[in-house]
Each structure stands twice: as structure tokens, then as C-alpha cells.
């Protein structure tokens, strides 16, 4: 018997490099442990095996299929190691770059405010920035604004509540917070911690209670530009603003400044632009935005001599400048988070 068990074991020790599939073992498995295995059949000798020798050949019998049980699991494992190597293609170069194209991207607002900072950079402004919460003396009393402007009503701003305390922003005791409705009090904000000269963009979010459509959003974003020194005059505001409409829709881009009213400039303007080259938007006369130069009564809250400098500045919406870039006719588009649209911009 233990011949025989011999033979059997260093039969599967042999074969056991050859088993390269779970098929073949599991063939060559029921040729040793099945029901008409070569194991088995050894099994089944026991009742010819002497009473007094049965315990020697239960503890062969026993040793050699714990053997040939191993031997077997050795090669499953085996097996299965090539499965998963399979399923995992080929071993992976830790050195080389990513495969993985899914990656973030600007938002497309984000891209048109960064292509404007750049472009104001080139031609020395600085960005500043403030709070979004603001007071009512930045938001309007320093702009010139009066008591009794549209603006200032309850249903065109948003208010804080009375008793709300924000650390970094100081007011009155009879002032009220709320939430920015321009970043023009980043302009007066940098009046006040610097002196002329002053060359400064100041993007960032805005707040009106405006009801949503295809060309109006609560929350919007606003690039201002302001420009305080000597002898500054309306033909540096204008040379500014034809620098960037041909800069960004193209050198064959033409403005125009049609005659308006904003408490905090004066002269006022509109501005007007025209292109050949935006598709539907071709040949039109499109407002882009508002400017001016700054009001005497503006520089006097800041404490600049207003008989000294003089000084323009400009506003316009980025989502407007984005929507003609990009061909977008629904201002509501950039807000949902829709990855099928950000991704054409990717």
C-alpha cells in the first residue's frame, strides 16, 4: 500500500506543472479523489488490510491525501493568480504619465475672468479684492448713491438680518449688511488704503434679487476697473476699452459710448461694441457695459483731491462677456452643474 500511495503522490507532484487551467485540474482531480480515483481506490482496500495493520495504513492513507490535497490547492492558487493577471492586463510602468483623461477643468466662467485679468495685467492693473458682505456706506452712501435709489430698497438688495455681527467688516450703528450688489466697493475700499496713482481690476461675485431668465441670475460675477492719477482724461478710458474689445473679440471689433447716468461717474457712458466675427452675433451693435469718469463727490468720501486727480472706471458682467465668447444664450446654463455643457469647454 504505501507503494502504492508513493506512486500516486509523485504522480501529482509530476503533473502538477503541466495543470494550467481549472478544467484540466479538476479532470486530472477526479483521477486521483474521485469516485473511481486512484486514491479512492486505495480507500477502499482498507477492508482487506490486516485488523492490527489498519491503524499504520489509516495514518498513510491519511498523510499521503493530506499531500496530494495540498498539491492540489497549490496549483488552484496558481491558476487563479493567472485569472486575476489576466483580468488585469499587463504589469504597470509606475514611471510613466497617467492614462486618465477625466480631469477638472476651469469652469467656463472662471476661464473668460481669468482671460480678462490677464488681459487688464498686461497693461498694468493689480486685482483687488473684499468682503462679499459689505455695508450700506461702501455698497452705496461713498458711490454717491442717495437714500431714496431703487437700489437700495428691500426687494432689489439682499439684507442681513439686524443682529447679525461680521468680524472683518465694520458698520455704523444704523447701517445695514448685505450681500454686495457690485464689486464697486472694492473700489472705494482700495481708494481709501492707497493713494494715487491707482490702476486696479476688481472681479468677483455679486448679489441682486433679480428673478432668473435666460439673461439674469441672483448671483452673477463683475469685473470693475478703476484708474485714479493726474491729468487722466476720457480718452484714456476709451483707449482702455477699445485695448480690450479688440484684444479679446478680435482687431476688427469697434466700440462706441453712447451718453447714460451712474451717481458715482460723471460723465456717464454706455458702452457699445461691434464685430464681424461672432457668429450669430455678427454685424450688431451689443452693451457690454457701463463707465465713466469718476464723480468729484466719489473722491471726496475717499479723501483724494478731486482738483488734483481725476479718474475712470468701468463695470461689466462676466456671464456677459462669457455668453458672447462661448455662444451661450441662456445665462442659466453655467449655474446647473450640467456636465454635458461644462464639458464643452473643457
Not at 50 to 74: M, Q, R, Y
Not at 217 to 244: C, W
Not at 250 to 260: D, H
Request: net charge negative.
Amino acid at each position: 500500500m504505501e507503494i502504492e500511495l508513493n506512486t500516486i503522490i509523485d504522480g501529482v507532484q509530476d503533473k502538477m506543472p503541466h495543470l494550467s487551467t481549472r478544467a484540466e485540474l479538476e479532470a486530472y482531480k477526479a483521477t486521483i479523489l474521485g469516485p473511481n480515483g486512484a486514491m479512492t481506490a486505495v480507500m477502499k482496500s482498507m477492508g482487506q488490510v490486516p485488523k492490527d495493520e489498519k491503524p499504520a495504513a489509516g495514518k498513510l492513507i491519511n498523510k499521503a491525501k493530506s499531500s496530494v490535497v495540498t498539491a492540489f490547492n497549490e496549483v488552484m492558487q496558481r491558476i487563479e493568480a493567472g485569472e486575476m493577471a489576466t483580468r488585469l492586463g499587463p504589469s504597470i510602468d509606475p514611471s510613466l504619465p497617467s492614462p486618465d483623461l477625466d480631469r477638472g477643468t476651469l469652469h467656463p466662467i472662471s476661464q473668460v475672468r481669468e482671460e480678462m485679468v490677464q488681459l487688464f495685467s498686461k497693461i498694468g492693473f493689480s486685482v483687488a479684492e473684499a468682503t462679499e458682505i459689505e455695508t450700506e456706506h461702501y455698497c452705496f452712501d461713498a458711490l454717491n448713491i442717495p437714500a431714496d435709489h431703487p437700489a437700495r430698497d428691500m426687494q432689489d438688495s439682499y439684507y442681513l438680518p439686524d443682529q447679525l455681527t461680521v468680524a472683518n467688516v465694520e458698520k455704523h450703528a444704523d447701517e445695514k449688511y448685505l450681500l454686495r450688489t457690485h464689486t464697486s466697493t472694492v473700489q472705494i475700499r482700495t481708494m481709501l488704503e492707497s493713494k494715487p496713482p491707482i490702476r486696479i481690476i476688481a472681479p468677483g461675485r455679486c448679489f441682486r434679487r433679480d428673478t432668473p431668465d435666460a439673461t439674469h441670475s441672483a448671483n452673477f460675477h463683475q469685473i470693475e476697473g478703476l484708474y485714479v492719477d493726474e491729468h487722466v482724461s476720457l480718452l484714456d478710458l476709451k483707449a482702455t476699452l477699445d485695448y480690450f474689445v479688440k484684444t479679446i473679440f478680435g482687431p476688427k471689433a469697434k466700440t462706441r459710448l453712447r451718453p447714460s447716468f451712474f451717481p458715482f461717474t460723471e460723465p456717464s457712458f454706455e458702452m457699445d461694441f461691434y464685430s464681424p466675427d461672432l457668429g450669430k452675433l455678427s454685424n450688431k451693435w451689443l452693451e457690454i457695459m457701463g463707465c465713466g469718469m469718476v464723480d468729484p463727490e466719489v473722491f471726496k468720501s475717499v479723501d483724494i483731491d478731486p482738483d488734483r486727480f481725476t479718474g475712470y472706471a468701468f463695470g461689466m458682467g462676466v456671464e456677459r462677456i462669457a455668453m458672447i465668447l462661448q455662444g451661450v444664450d441662456d445665462i442659466r446654463y453655467y449655474y446647473q452643474n450640467d456636465v454635458r455643457f461644462l464639458e464643452q469647454f473643457a
